[in-house]
């Protein structure tokens, strides 16, 4: 054999042996390799579980899994694998290798001819697009789960097609295109007669096109059609017409008619007293529009009491998840600052942009707004400077940008 030719192939050998034994010596590989071995939806949870609480080296995991993905044909990762890894990198937000993942996944999922892992690939994908409020992207993948024909209409991935046209379109009112959503859910709304899904959703496209008067009627009717309903269980029936009327509340406050928002969140309260999520919109909304002050506070203060009473319940809460919700915070401390109390609101507000959630045009704005009122000029301009870096904003907070801008601008003048 010609001996420079030779010694190419000696080298090339022990290259990929070397490369061969060092992938099979990185733990981070060999960690993501033994997912392929969890069976069960249970056991797929606790794992899931075992990932929040290690957000670092879960994310190498995720990284390692993804470049096995890339560089790795066949990928040594099966499907269960890529699902459990997908979920944790949508957990903690990594929405570009969870994307990765859930596209192996789906290809995965074809190759075994399984209707329900499809399903599971395709709706992790739509939901990370809306997550991310990637519209068009979530558009394309309802469309596509759409547009997969099966004759049974059992199967698995005919079930689940009404709930993906539904995403589909929320997913293209959000995106503007209230006109086609609209069209869409009225020819449902048709075929449905006497269903209030499909006029729920019809509430929730109306809403997203500022027509508040109609999403309220819509809301309305689909609570009174599920009072009627004979297709649900009584739990069920209650817990859709609870979270009905709670999308009516918010609709009315965007309609600004505050006292029936307010009567919605107390006929909530009346059933549910200690829902963190009712006390605090109600002690928010009035506080907001300068009414029922203290009982506001109380409101606020008990919410944030009882989400941390419910956090106490859950077995097995990763550390980071133990934390305060930044929206309570935030309304303490914007209550704070209607009764004038400027430093017990700074405090809040200052703890509320460093939580999870915390980085949010609202209360960011609301952290600068004390700022002026405490005289502190430059860290109310820093703050709303920050404020206007926030992008994939929705509607509602680009309206909240033009009010920053303007404030911005005024406070820069003097």
Not at 34 to 50: C, I, Y
Not at 96 to 124: M, Q, R
Not at 195 to 201: A, D, E, M, P, Y
Request: net charge neutral; hydrophobic share 40%.
């Amino acid at each position: 054999m010609h001996r420079p030719l030779f010694r190419t192939f000696l080298v090339a050998a022990i290259a990929l042996s070397l490369a061969g034994r060092a992938a099979a010596d990185d733990p981070v590989r060999e960690t993501a390799i033994k997912l392929n071995q969890v069976t069960g939806k249970t056991a797929m949870q606790a794992r899931l579980v075992e990932l929040a609480k290690d957000e670092a080296g879960t994310k190498k995991l995720i990284a390692a899994a993804v470049k096995m993905i890339k560089d790795e044909k066949p990928s040594p990762l099966n499907y269960t694998a890529c699902l459990i890894l997908a979920q944790a990198a949508h957990y903690f937000k990594d929405s570009d290798n969870a994307l990765t993942l859930y596209k192996a996944c789906a290809a995965e999922a074809v190759k075994l001819k399984s209707e329900n892992k499809i399903v599971e690939a395709f709706v992790g994908m739509i939901d990370l697009h809306i997550a991310t409020k990637k519209y068009d992207e979530a558009i394309m993948a309802c469309q596509e789960f759409l547009a997969i024909e099966v004759d049974d209409k059992e199967n698995p991935i005919n079930l689940e097609k009404p709930l993906v046209l539904a995403k589909l379109i929320s997913t293209l009112a959000k995106a503007g295109k209230a006109d086609e959503a609209i069209k869409m859910v009225d020819n449902m709304i048709e075929k449905d007669q006497g269903g209030w899904f499909f006029v729920r959703l019809k509430g929730e496209v109306l809403r997203e096109a500022e027509k508040h008067g109609d999403a309220a009627d819509a809301f309305l009717t689909a609570i009174e059609r599920l009072k009627k309903t004979d297709r649900l269980e009584d739990e069920a029936k209650n817990l859709f017409i609870k979270q009905t009327r709670y999308l009516l509340s918010n609709v009315y406050v965007d309609a600004r008619q505050i006292d029936k928002s307010a009567e919605q969140l107390q006929i909530l309260l009346k059933d549910d007293p200690d829902n963190p999520t009712f006390l605090n919109d109600l002690g928010f909304i009035w506080a907001d529009h300068d009414m029922n002050i203290e009982e506001s506070e109380k409101l606020i203060r008990k919410a944030i009491e009882k989400d941390r009473e419910q956090r106490k319940k859950i077995e097995g809460l990763p550390k980071g998840e133990d934390v305060d919700n930044a929206a309570y915070i935030d309304s303490l401390g914007w209550v704070l600052y209607k009764k004038k109390d400027y430093k017990e609101a700074k405090k809040q507000l200052q703890e509320a942009v460093k939580l999870e959630g915390g980085k949010h045009i609202e209360i960011y704005d609301h952290l600068a707004d004390v700022h002026v009122a405490l005289g502190e000029k430059d860290e109310a301009i820093k703050v709303w400077k920050e404020s206007l870096k926030f992008e994939n904003l929705n509607r509602r907070e680009k309206e909240r940008r033009k009010v920053i801008e303007q404030k911005l601008a005024d406070l820069e003048k003097k």
